[in-house]
């Protein structure tokens, strides 16, 4: 079997199982993760030569360092791909970009909240959380909705293009960085001129995407990006140092005014099966939020969202104990991934701080 026929063969099974990353590093073996646990797949190391062939089979020279990518399975699979060089050695790990957008609802997401906020005439959704977690099919469930249900001029900029929309009530312009437009920043900038009424902003990752996202929410477009973050405050402290000294006071006063809401997620084995279960925490900006986000007091609004019972704002510690005292997640797990385990055992027995 040849090098590329290998890597291929790894790559249909990744597909039949499910697996949300595959590792392919020269002089190991290949490396798959299913459910979120990472497992060793045959026996047989990846060679460089082997690695050559797909690197070029992404359109890439292995003399770069590294590059972001996509690769297109034989199947039609697409996946998102990042190409690296570890101690002089090449390295893959690819991404299933899956093509079937799942319903608010088999999320399980907060529908209410959610739909509610995608009916915006304008204004700014951050969806957070680490690398991993779902942010993109959250987004994508969501446009879906609005697909259903609105008639709407989408534009998307990503890197690259993950779920592709077929047109039903709205319409869908869907551009790739590096593909159709050089950056995240000149994609929304050109995307202005093209009577979007809404715009998908794959990532804020510097001050112009995140003053342009800004300025189009005020100008009356709705706009949704991602931030990689723990949570609500850490999205928005993230978000506020990407702003410079002379514009800070500005840009506060604009993200508090356009800001519609923050949506972060996390996702934990589920205590029944071999899947997935989200947990969320949100917050709903409107009243006291806006004070405090303009004059950068995230701490008291993390407090607000702690303390709130009414729905429209929720806690990952709210969240994780929710999940534990349904049989949704293990507590031990829960647990774990609560930011204070000594908060969580206390409010796991009904114990408030």
Same mark, same amino acid.
């Given at each position: 079997m040849s090098n590329s026929l290998k890597l291929t063969s790894y790559i249909n099974l990744a597909i039949e199982q499910g697996a949300s990353d595959t590792f392919f590093s020269e002089g190991v073996t290949v490396r798959m993760k299913i459910n979120g646990t990472l497992r060793e797949v045959g026996t047989e190391a990846v060679d460089r030569a082997g690695l050559v062939e797909f690197w070029q089979a992404c359109g890439k020279d292995p003399v770069v360092m590294d590059a972001d990518t996509a690769y297109v399975a034989p199947d039609g699979t697409r996946f998102r791909v990042n190409l690296f060089r570890h101690m002089g050695k090449l390295g893959a790990v690819l991404r299933q970009i899956k093509t079937d957008i799942p319903s608010l609802e088999s999320l399980g997401l907060p529908q209410a909240l959610l739909t509610a906020w995608m009916s915006?005439?304008?204004?700014?959704?951050?969806?957070?959380?680490?690398?991993?977690?779902?942010?993109?099919?959250?987004?994508?469930?969501?446009?879906?909705?609005?697909?259903?249900?609105?008639?709407?001029?989408?534009?998307?900029?990503?890197?690259?293009?993950?779920?592709?929309?077929?047109?039903?009530?709205?319409?869908?312009?869907?551009?790739?960085?590096?593909? $159709?437009?050089?950056?995240?920043?000149?994609?929304?900038?050109?995307?202005?001129?093209?009577?979007?009424?809404?715009?998908?902003?794959?990532?804020?990752? $510097?001050?112009?995407?995140?003053?342009?996202?800004?300025?189009?929410?005020?100008?009356?477009?709705?706009?949704?990006?991602?931030?990689?973050?723990?949570?609500?405050? $850490?999205?928005?402290?993230?978000?506020?140092?990407?702003?410079?000294?002379?514009?800070?006071?500005?840009?506060?006063?604009?993200?508090?005014?356009?800001?519609?809401?923050?949506?972060?997620?996390?996702?934990?084995?589920?205590?029944? $099966?071999?899947?997935?279960?989200?947990?969320?925490e949100h917050m709903n900006n409107e009243g006291a939020t806006r004070l405090w986000i303009r004059e950068a007091r995230l701490p008291e609004l993390q407090d607000f969202i702690a303390k709130s019972d009414d729905g429209w704002n929720l806690s990952f510690m709210r969240s994780l104990v929710a999940a534990a005292r349904a049989g949704r997640v293990d507590k031990q797990v829960a647990r774990r991934a609560s930011a204070n385990a000594t908060e969580f055992d206390r409010a796991l027995l009904g114990i408030s701080s």
């Open positions: 915006q005439p304008s204004g700014l959704v951050l969806v957070t959380g680490p690398t991993g977690c779902g942010k993109s099919t959250t987004i994508a469930a969501c446009l879906e909705w609005i697909n259903q249900n609105h008639a709407r001029h989408v534009v998307t900029i990503e890197d690259p293009v993950e779920y592709q929309f077929v047109d039903k009530k709205s319409m869908f312009s869907q551009r790739e960085v590096h593909t $159709d437009t050089p950056s995240f920043a000149n994609g929304l900038r050109s995307s202005l001129r093209q009577a979007p009424d809404i715009i998908l902003l794959g990532e804020i990752r $510097d001050l112009e995407s995140a003053r342009i996202a800004l300025q189009a929410a005020e100008t009356g477009h709705l706009v949704l990006s991602t931030v990689h973050s723990s949570g609500v405050q $850490d999205a928005l402290d993230r978000l506020v140092n990407l702003f410079s000294e002379h514009e800070r006071h500005s840009l506060l006063s604009l993200l508090s005014a356009q800001l519609i809401g923050v949506f972060s997620q996390m996702l934990l084995p589920c205590a029944e $099966d071999d899947d997935v279960h989200v947990v969320c």
